[in-house]
């Protein structure tokens, strides 16, 4: 998650001639800096440099990227007018240099490296399309959910359809996996999840072409696994807040990802091999472990620290 | 939690005349609002109008309160020296105003109205105290854990003599409960938890005066909730993540308090009542629930709201 990012000076030199709406969608430069980071950085797997709210601009919402405060929606949805007005079936591919930018890196990738496509999924890109931008109590996005439930839903099923054409184009374009980033969904109780969230996620996970494994992930989920599980997903993630073979033993027979503190790479060797070697012991060596932080690299991490995550977990997991 | 707050337009009224930390440390005030809020909204427990963060005072911290940015320390915990400086063994009562406002708010209240004294729990005060004020991440809390854990112990050691000093004395002043608002140790893993806060917050509910129950709260603690209950207390307090019934199953014997979403009280009357409803319906009517919100009620809150929200509790629950 997060491989190209702020923490390496490479990428820091690409962003200082480029916005990041700009790099997201020029496929060289988003080619470049996907196939830079896992190189350098010597992982099993590539993630696309993209972003998990581009579907929001073909939808028709006005998207910028702040200094320091993150993702800005300057038209936010608050009225049922403006559930009415977004587009959901934009075109065959609604992100065309998303699809280009896969198709290059997958050139440009050795061929034993999956490359990963993604997506935000609906609860989040609700939360960002309602709140117009980040949130900490999510109470407008809660608001919108609880008291006009039949807009809710309508506008969770206009994301679903745009997602789905999304991400079908980046399976058609050539990735080996697509992960579906519901980053904020661990704002819900289990019963508003399953209410007004499960039905959503789960059509668009049955609505991808298949052959292609999907990885569900949120963070703060440790009550919603079941429910992640039965919404959909040949992998589900999980964040540094569970233990990992309780949390496996919960979810029964699926792979799962995850799921060191992406602060402890602030630490340092001794620290990060230490709790390294206490999730590889948790999850038991059992297949179907993909190791991976339980959310994305921050972005003052030293990269050092996280080659030596990287080293560590070739050396001490099962080949 | 939080009865007293910038939700009442009478609380903001003396909030106009008085900034938070005067209002604090002024017995008469601070036992006004306690009673208006309890008596206004009828609640079956009081709790008394204070801060957690007050005790990193007497313990030689510089403690305000800004507008909009919430609590800051003038002079953080960074190094060595810091911890050392740090005072820990203060007075017989470190915080006399606190004491003072719990035994005029005891005489005020109506005697079957149980009044409830508290404090922030060693982890979140540590959080405060390095971090310099609220975090997103706690990345500065998280490095000086892992990289400096003798220290790390050393500082917590010292916030938990303080903090057993400011609670008994509050158990002294005549208080039916203590709640530790362990507010931020859900950022934590469980794995963290155990080695790094635990044997902490266990030694303070300890060396409480018994004969009084400590209800021990937190929140994104869905993965903690046992270690939670091994580190003690009579009531062990649950956000909205987690789903009641399924808690309670795997806390076993013991109280419980909580768990609707304070967001809630943003939405309309018949939405409160469905969730109060849906919530007894998965508690079962088993006794020893405390119901209460998951977390402080937000400061836009509709006064209303709130009311509708006990009227539904009474209305709908064993008595």
């Given at each position: ?35 830079y ?48 007005k977004?587009k ?15 198709r ?11 490359l ?55 399976i ?10 519901d ?49 959909g ?65 921050l ?8 080659k ?7 050396e001490?997991?099962?080949?």
């Amino acid at each position: 998650m997060r491989q190209a990012g702020r923490y390496m000076k490479e990428y820091r030199a690409v962003r200082a001639q480029h916005d990041f709406l700009t790099l997201c969608k020029d496929a060289d430069l988003a080619t470049e800096v996907t196939v830079y980071a896992a190189e350098t950085l010597g992982v099993d797997a590539a993630i696309i440099f993209s972003d998990i709210l581009l579907i929001l601009e073909p939808m028709g919402l006005k998207l910028a990227y702040t200094q320091g405060e993150g993702p800005v929606i300057g038209n936010p949805i608050r009225h049922e007018r403006d559930v009415k007005k977004l587009k959901s079936v934009i075109a065959k591919d609604p992100l065309p240099f998303v699809s280009a930018a896969i198709r290059q890196t997958r050139r440009a990738l050795k061929p034993e490296i999956p490359l990963i496509g993604f997506s935000g999924a609906p609860f989040t890109l609700a939360s960002y399309m309602i709140e117009g931008g980040g949130s900490r109590h999510f109470i407008k996005t809660k608001m919108f959910m609880y008291t006009r439930p039949d807009l809710w839903h309508a506008l969770l099923q206009k994301i679903s359809a745009a997602l789905i054409q999304t991400l079908n184009a980046q399976i058609t374009s050539g990735v080996q996996a697509v992960q579906l980033f519901d980053s904020w969904v661990g704002c819900l109780s289990p019963a508003d999840y399953a209410q007004y969230v499960l039905p959503h996620s789960q059509r668009v996970i049955q609505s991808l072409k298949p052959g292609v494994p999907v990885i569900h992930f949120g963070t703060q989920t440790e009550s919603l696994l079941e429910l992640l599980k039965k919404a959909g997903g040949d992998v589900i993630g999980l964040d540094w807040r569970v233990n990992i073979k309780a949390a496996w033993q919960r979810l029964g027979t699926i792979a799962i990802q995850g799921n060191m503190d992406p602060t402890l790479l602030f630490s340092n060797s001794t620290e990060i091999r230490r709790q390294v070697r206490r999730i590889l012991q948790e999850a038991e060596n059992r297949p179907g472990h993909i190791f991976n932080l339980g959310h994305g690299v921050l972005p003052q991490t030293p990269v050092d620290n996280v080659k030596v995550l990287i080293e560590a977990v070739k050396e001490m997991s099962a080949r």
